[in-house]
């Protein structure tokens, strides 16, 4: 820009570098969504503009179109923030290199990841937990390795799921009976979310969809297995994710129930600081199941490659860090124990002295803080204002959907009114988004992602439909997690200047509200485009609600992707916001090389 500002004399020096500061900065201001200095294709260069977005009389942002390249095929299941391909750059010590570690902007990929050879629509909701399309998850490897636990088998162009797994060789369905045997309380709406850690292919998470038990199914990525591309196929909720490091993505008092069968995560190293996670994480009185080692050993040990002695050492430190930590053994049968959460903060008067261990976290961090949050060797204590969220105090699914949870006190400007307010709404436009979008509420749509809501109205306002929704809440944004997982809803905290936590194809809708309006300054939003076009399955759509300033430029973009929207007028005709529905298609790769 300076070599086209001419310089007649010295007088003019002043005034034109002031000019030249207050334009940059307008531009900055106006255009930073779409336009950075190390972008390099055309489609981020933006017209100029002179008035401010804010102003409701400013022009739309126009940008040119231009389109976007295919990446090379070898990228069909790339995920960038736990891409193997950059793993040998990070530390072995407690998984670390598994963990997210998301490129700089200088190596982030600007083109369209293409669908497997012989790519085709998912099997619908709900023969999609039994089977999948083999071509869409192309991995022999894990048919190989598992097919003896009955994982999965290959069966001519399918993948079929018959509910097995390591400690479940009689089915999930008959796991989960004398699971809910020893827990009644998932009988009758006490419990509605869970977690799986571990989840292989998410097969108990698949089963306690029938049950009213909405599940996370936790797995990290890695070479071969794609547990968690497997789950999402299947349309059971996944995310990639392990605990290392770092804390889960989630609030804390967030879960009614943990789960690990046979995960293998070493539960008493490390100072127990992994179970300290799952304590953080777990509601008051909820519940943590386990099976495999330990765990029975007196019947087992043989098959873990042990000795009995050494089993009964390891169940009997387990059981010592799960008393320290104010867990109680609840009950236990065969090869399932289950510890209960203490639902008050009396137990947690020891862990004041000053030989307990763990100790007590101080309270220079956040309980809810979980966006590269290190992992600490302490106990969370939940807070002692928070007595109407524990397991015997919160409603019961499904009353506690509607219900105002107690937790949105903690929410600048939050209340009652403001929570029954966004309820209304979201039923008022989940309704005007049928009508434009016929799709949602039928088989065609089943994994679905809010990707910036509030107190998840939008999925409280699906929650009949055959469907289930991951609700997102900006690492920047109020902390309004702890509401949704309140209302029995699942969700994660996500910074969208990075990539999600997914693999590709792996969600059939996409909504969003004022995203582009709310987190342009921070990051270039062209990049939030080709991240939803990556996790977007072909054929999927996107509801991208936004203002009228920002609604052209995006499907100036959604264009270049292969995508064709159409604007459409809010439910109230308000000029100032649009509605663009949109739909990717489905195409095949032409093999050019990734640029």
Sequence with gaps: MENRVSHPDKNSRVPMAMMFVVLCGLSFYLGGIFCSEKDKIETTDVAEVVSSPRESSVAPLQIKSAAFPECSS??????????????????????????????????????????????????????????????????????????????????????????????????????????????????????????????????????????????????????????????????????????????????????????????????????????????????????????????????????????????????????????????????????????????????????????????KCDDSLEPDSAWYTPLRPCVVVPSPRIKKSAMESIPKWPERLHATPERILDVHGGSASAFKHDDSKWKIRAKHYKKLLPALGSDKIRNVMDMNTVYGGFAAALIDDPLWVMNVVSSYAANTLPVVFDRGLIGTFHDWCEAFSTYPRTYDLLHLDGLFTAESHRCDMKYVLLEMDRILRPAGYAIIRESSYFADAISTIARGMRWSCRREDTEYGAEKEKILICQKKLWHSSNQSSR
């Design 74 to 359: 070898d990228y069909q299941d790339y995920t960038p923030c736990t891409d193997p391909r950059r793993w040998k750059r990070y530390g072995n010590h407690r998984l670390t290199f598994m963990e997210r570690h998301c490129p700089p902007v200088f190596e982030r990929k600007e083109c369209l990841v293409p669908p497997p050879v012989g790519y085709k629509p998912p099997i619908t909701w709900p023969k999609s937990r039994d089977q999948c399309w083999y071509r869409n998850v192309p991995y022999d490897w894990i048919d190989k390795q598992k097919s003896n636990q009955h994982w999965l088998r290959k069966e001519g162009e399918k993948f079929l799921f018959p509910g097995g797994g390591t400690m479940f060789p009689r089915g999930v369905g008959a796991y989960v009976d004398l699971m809910q045997d020893l827990i009644p309380e998932m009988k009758d709406g006490t419990i509605r979310s869970a977690i799986d850690t571990g989840c292989g292919v998410a097969s108990w998470g698949g089963d306690l969809l029938d049950r009213g038990i909405l599940t996370v199914s936790l797995a990290p990525r890695d070479n071969h297995e794609a547990q968690v591309q497997f789950a999402l196929e299947r349309g059971i909720p996944a995310i990639l994710g392990i605990i290392s490091t770092q804390r889960l993505p989630f609030p804390s008092n967030a879960f009614d129930m943990a789960h690990c069968s046979r995960c293998l995560i070493p539960w008493t190293e490390f100072g127990g600081i992994y179970l300290l996670e799952v304590h953080r994480i777990l509601r008051p009185g909820g519940f943590w199941v386990l099976s495999g080692p330990p765990v029975n050993y007196e019947n087992r040990w043989r098959g873990w490659n042990t000795t009995v002695e050494e089993q009964k050492s390891d169940y009997e430190k387990l059981q010592e860090l799960l008393t320290s930590m104010c867990f109680k053994l609840y009950d236990k049968k065969d090869d399932i124990a289950v510890w209960q959460k203490a639902s008050d903060n009396s137990c947690y008067s020891k862990l004041t002295y000053p030989d307990a261990y763990p100790p």
